[in-house]
């Protein structure tokens, strides 16, 4: 389950970054030094482990009264390339020699 939460938090994590970046006024009803805690409604072994590491980091934060937020992600969108046109070339072109 390790490598597995680690790999799908970090994913979740990125997207949720992304997502807040580019829509601020999401990002604002989040309070300032908020634990968020991101859940998925369709994985509970991901929702226990994540919460688990949540209750152990909140027994030792250095701010008591932290607020914590809960973030269900909904789904992540398919991942797709952002080239844009692509040229398939039979030769070498002279910049890349």
Do not use: C
């Not at 991101?38 to 590491?53: I, V």
């Not at 152990?56 to 701010?63: F, G, N, Q």
């Amino acid at each position: 389950m390790n490598t597995r939460f680690a790999n799908k938090y970090d994913e979740l994590f990125t997207e949720f970054t992304r997502y807040v970046v580019e829509r601020p006024e999401f990002a604002k009803q989040i309070p300032p030094d908020a634990l968020v805690v991101l859940l998925d409604k369709n994985d509970p072994e991901f929702n226990r482990e994540n919460l688990r590491r949540v209750k152990k980091y909140l027994k030792h934060d250095d701010e008591p009264a932290r607020p914590v937020v809960y973030i269900q992600v909904g789904w992540l969108a398919p991942i797709k390339s952002r080239l844009r046109h692509p040229r398939v070339m039979t030769h070498l072109p002279e910049y890349a020699a």
